[in-house]
């Protein structure tokens, strides 16, 4: 039974390292003309009204998104694309924040396509409510593990996966590396991006070993952590499988700004380095 929901999350400072980070591997994506196919294992429902009772039942998107439209002016140019789709705000939030499946729709070009998992039936609801109508948007009530796997590769060869678990089961921490080995046999040149917590009893360390440990290269992270946070999830990490060429350096020069504006330890956040190099690196 699943009981994760998104909406009470949706906006926080881990939603707006994975989006700045997804919207630049979707713009790499973009800079040839042949079409891309991006992939969503756990797509969530798409769009997070704030002015919600649920979203402002935890009132997180104050930390994240609202204090991204409150240093906006200061952003440098590797932000730029991710607070225009942001949208501006009136600083009360009335406005939709967009979940991953939004963030790429308002990326996607005429002849690109996007396909979304999810197995919550009331977040499968909302996907039909908001993308039924969209022809290039293919939306999957199934396990979004098994679901991805069986459709890799898709017939464009090119695009992203984003695997985006609530982590609600322990072992998912543990089924991602050798998860991560069989996409990129099927599919060696697919960009592969996983979202994690980072917790204070550091049970993410489980899913970063078996990456180190594991056969698969070519493997980025980028962690933040907030500062004054001690318990349960202290910061936000992902790891980019086959990254797109010199993103670690647009993400360097994006991360004053994040540090500042996200109230970020920057002696324990990592902008970027190698998990794993590439193999003859
Ligand atoms: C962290 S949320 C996804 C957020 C979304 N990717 C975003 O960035 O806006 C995780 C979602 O995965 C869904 N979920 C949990 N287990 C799943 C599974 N095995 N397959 C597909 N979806 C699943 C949950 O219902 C939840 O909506």
Known sequence: MLSYQHAYHAGNF??????????????????????????????????????????????????????IWKHAGKAPESLQSFIQLLGVSDGIGGQEYPGSPEVVKKLMRPNDRAVLCELHPQEFEWLKKHYRHCSNIHLHF?????????????????????????????????????YLEKLRKRWAGACVAI???????????????????????????????????????????????????????????????LVESLQLDDRLSVAVDWLKPEQNA
């Open 14 to 67: 881990a939603d707006i390292h994975k989006h700045w980070l997804l919207v630049l591997l979707i713009e790499a994506l973009s800079r040839k003309d042949k079409p891309w196919c991006y992939l969503d294992t756990h797509s969530g429902r798409g769009k997070y009204p704030l002015d919600s009772d649920i979203a402002n039942k935890t009132a997180e998107w104050r930390e994240g998104v609202g204090q």
């Open 195 to 257: 979202w994690y917590p980072v917790l204070a009893e550091a049970r993410h360390n489980v899913l970063l070993e078996g990456v180190r440990k594991s056969s698969v290269h070519n493997v980025l992270r980028s962690e933040i952590r907030k500062k004054n946070v001690a318990k349960g999830m202290v910061g936000s990490g992902m790891l980019i499988m086959n990254p797109p060429w010199k993103v670690d350096q647009t993400i360097e020069a994006g991360w004053s700004f």
């Open 142 to 178: 199934r396990d979004g593990f098994e679901g991805v796997l069986g459709m890799v590769p898709p017939p464009e060869k090119r695009g992203l996966v984003l695997i985006d678990p609530s982590y609600e089961l322990k072992q998912d921490y543990q089924r991602i590396p050798a």
